[in-house]
């Protein structure tokens, strides 16, 4: 059980456009998914908080303009990166929980922004 | 301000022996620890947690141990197999919030 899924696996886009990566949970219903970002050979480092039916919470320093999150069902959480910027390349990655810790990770979206 | 720091980067074992993997803490008020392996291009895998109340878990050939009077803990894998070879990353919550502070992992290597 606590199966996370994350879609797509890898994207390539052009510099300017937006993409959306979505996460679900699919034996369990999640009020709350985490985002995470990871730099190659660093750490996991939590982007926003996703709240089923509320605004997400976003961590100091990461724009909320740029890293929009919807959460629209128990199911499924949404991160839309908006135009892109070779910078965003990244590892991005979710997280949800059926009731507190341990989190359970999505297996990440590479992201490539040319 | 790195709450959680694994300050081994990396980390060679021989197959069949020991691994002791550190990570140490600075806030107080963390009272869960999580151990997460985590393989390139991959999403963390849970493997092993301890809650503030307890100095020892164990769950197979994991182990961890806590001792919150020097905010140290530790993963002990034994014996050490080759699939072992990952980054470890420990992890760290406090009552009442689900997110997790991550250290910055160390890099596990089994050696044949």
């Known amino acids: 059980g606590a199966v996370v899924s994350q879609h797509p696996s890898r994207v390539i886009c052009k510099s300017g456009t937006s993409v959306k990566i979505e996460c679900r949970s699919l034996?369990?219903?999640?009020?709350?998914m985490f985002w995470y970002r990871q730099f190659p050979k660093q750490s996991l480092m939590l982007m926003a908080t996703?709240?089923?039916?509320?605004?997400?919470?976003?961590e100091q320093g990461v724009e909320k303009d740029k890293f929009l999150i919807n959460h629209a069902s128990l199911t499924l959480s949404t991160l839309t990166v908006t135009s892109a910027h070779p910078e965003d390349s990244s590892f991005y990655i979710c997280?949800?929980?059926?009731?507190?810790?341990?989190?359970?990770f999505g297996p990440g979206t590479r992201l490539t922004v040319l | 301000d790195q709450q959680v720091k694994q300050n081994s980067p990396s980390l060679s074992v021989q197959e069949g022996r020991i691994s002791i993997l550190n990570c140490d803490y600075t806030?107080?008020?963390?009272?869960?620890f999580l151990w997460y392996k985590k393989y390139p291009a991959e999403g963390p895998t849970f493997l092993i947690s301890?809650?503030?109340?307890?100095d020892k878990n164990e769950d197979g050939r994991f182990t961890v141990f806590l001792n919150k009077s020097a905010k140290h803990l530790s993963l002990h894998i034994v014996p050490s197999q080759p699939g072992d070879s990952a980054v470890y990353f420990c992890?760290?919550?406090?009552?009442?919030?689900?997110?997790?502070?991550f250290g910055q992992g160390t890099r596990l290597t089994i050696n044949p």
């Open positions: 997280s949800a929980s059926p009731s507190g810790p341990p989190q359970y």
């Open positions: 034996d369990f219903q999640a009020t709350t």
């Open positions: 996703s709240n089923e039916g509320s605004k997400a919470t976003y």
């Open positions: 806030n107080s008020m963390f009272d869960y």
């Open positions: 301890i809650s503030s109340i307890k």
């Open positions: 992890a760290a919550s406090w009552e009442g919030a689900q997110k997790l502070v």
